[in-house]
């Protein structure tokens, strides 16, 4: 990912201190890459290119095995979460009853795509592809919490309705 596309590091010295010990943990561990990002993910939420970058240094490996890794595995996520996660259902039920839509209103609403976080921290999106309500199809969840039976309409009022507690 070019500088430009990258969101902005913000790591806090706190952080960079917890990793550097978990990097010297697993330093001279056979196969102490994993744990060592699965460890660095807890810490900052994922694993941005800096946070990589480190990692490759203070392992001794190449960055391109690094990123290697994180992009192999799925529980690895290379761009930040915001702090209320939206999840839409793109499962067979659900998706034959327009959850493609929903999606996208989200989308247009937040002005992001899918994996990407606002801005301002407060939004990200992802899509998977079964959340096992499939009777209440289409489904999505905010933090957790699920909405069924949506429309493109009843999700963005949703996403509206967390906007307005953050007034």
Known sequence: MDNENRPVFRGTPKQ????KKVIEKHKNQPGGLMPTLQEAQGIYGYLPYEVQKMIAEGLGVPLSEVYGVATFY????LTPKGEHRI????????????ADK?????EERLGIKTGECTPDGLFSIESCRCLGACGLA?????????????????????IESYLSKEV
């Open 16 to 19: 960079e201190r917890e990793l």
């Open 74 to 77: 799925s529980q690895f996520s």
């Open 87 to 98: 999840s839409v259902c793109l499962g067979t039920a659900c998706y034959v009853k327009g």
């Open 102 to 106: 929903i999606l996208a209103a989200i």
């Open 138 to 158: 289409p489904v999505m969840t905010v933090d957790g919490e699920v909405y069924g039976k949506c429309t493109p309409e009843s999700a963005v009022k949703v």
